[in-house]
């Protein structure tokens, strides 16, 4: 039963532009989410997260928004980079739980 | 750089083998877990330690066991080998009661 889902499995966007992913879930005991992002050959990296007690959460280029009555969040960059070419998964956890529940992953691609 | 270092990074074994995994981190972190990320999928959970005992459990088989040493080290033990039993397999250190938690790069592991 995959209680997190990534819809798109791959996102091509221009250097400069807004990357927007999107992750949906059903488990309505979630309320930390957290986005990584996975280079190949490498861990998952963490990137940004945000907790159910706010709709929205920045940090430099990285904005992810929660929605909670869609149970849905999202993940903004802006401006995209090279760099940030690589799979983002999208993970929940009912608070201070032990175990992260995990999209399939979108894979990024930034064209120059 | 999470800190977090697994070995070996590839192995490949036969069906009804046995394997260990092992995990490191210099993060002082007291809990590790344990994901397996099959191809074309997100990290899925196996279990935590925490003080050196279980802490909890996805689902998977008993034939899926741990430790966790004092220095917070851990091992991953996979007995009777199968060939879905390929995968990457991450290891991940947090501290109990957070959500997020740090990976390392993973031990790819192949079954034939």
């Known amino acids: 039963d995959q209680q997190v889902k990534q819809n798109s499995p791959s996102l091509s966007v221009q250097e400069g532009r807004i990357s927007i992913l999107n992750c949906d879930y059903t488990?309505?005991?979630?309320?930390?989410f957290l986005w990584y992002k996975k280079y190949p050959a490498e861990g998952p990296t963490f990137l940004i997260s945000?907790?159910?007690?706010?709709d929205k959460n920045e940090d430099g280029r990285f904005t992810v928004f929660l929605n909670k009555s869609a149970k849905h969040l999202s993940l903004h960059i802006v401006p995209s980079q090279p760099g940030d070419s690589a799979v983002y998964f999208c993970?929940?956890?009912?608070?201070?739980?032990?175990?992260?529940?995990f999209g399939a992953g979108t894979t990024v691609t930034v064209r120059a | 750089e999470t800190g977090v270092t697994q070995s070996p990074t590839h192995l490949i074994k036969t069906r009804g083998q046995q394997v260990t995994l092992r995990c490191s981190s210099q993060s002082g972190h007291n809990t590790v877990s344990w994901y397996q990320q099959a191809l074309g999928q997100g990290p899925q959970f196996i279990f935590q330690y925490y003080r050196e005992e279980e802490n909890g459990r996805g689902n998977f088989p008993p034939r899926f066991s741990g430790l966790q040493f004092p220095n917070y080290s851990s091992e991953l033990n996979v007995n009777a080998l199968e060939l879905d039993d390929s995968a990457l397999y991450l290891c991940?250190?947090?501290?109990?009661?957070?959500?997020?938690?740090?990976f390392g790069p993973g031990t790819r592991l192949l079954v034939l």
């Open positions: 488990n309505s005991m979630f309320d930390y």
């Open positions: 991940a250190t947090g501290d109990r009661g957070q959500e997020t938690q740090y």
């Open positions: 945000i907790s159910s007690i706010k």
């Open positions: 993970a929940a956890s009912p608070h201070g739980d032990y175990k992260l529940s």
